[in-house]
Nanobody
Framework: VQLVESGGGLVHPGGSLRLSCVGS????????MRWYRQAPGKEREKVAT????????TYADSVKGRFTISRDNLKNTVYLQMDDLTPEDTAVYYC??????????WGQGTQVTVSS
């Protein structure tokens, strides 16, 4: 099983980034997909979830209206479109694939830094 994130980087406040996460080694379409983030000295925070089939999404209050999660099951990929970024969004962003507590996989993370 592998989850590989990409798309992180340095962006100015107010800018945008799109993160991607490609999954392999499991039935991607059967898993709920999530993005988490962890800032230095803080606990890991769940940012967004997209459910199996893409029929529903949820967001942390801190990103509602600015971030959009989507998935393409044909490409085994989940995306996180991040707009109107602020320095408080600076963190390592992790992709997560969840089926149940025994089938719960993580990517290695991608750094997002928002700074002027």
């Amino acid at each position: 099983v592998q989850l590989v994130e990409s798309g992180g980087g340095l962006v100015h406040p107010g800018g945008s980034l799109r993160l991607s996460c490609v999954g392999s080694g499991f039935t991607f379409s059967a898993y709920h997909m999530r993005w988490y983030r962890q800032a230095p000295g803080k606990e890991r925070e769940k940012v967004a979830t997209i459910f199996v089939g893409g029929v529903g999404t949820t967001y942390a209050d801190s990103v509602k209206g600015r971030f959009t999660i989507s998935r393409d099951n044909l490409k085994n990929t989940v995306y996180l479109q991040m707009d109107d970024l602020t320095p408080e969004d600076t963190a390592v962003y992790y992709c997560n694939a969840y089926y149940n507590d025994a089938l719960d996989f993580w990517g290695q993370g991608t750094q997002v830094t928002v700074s002027s």
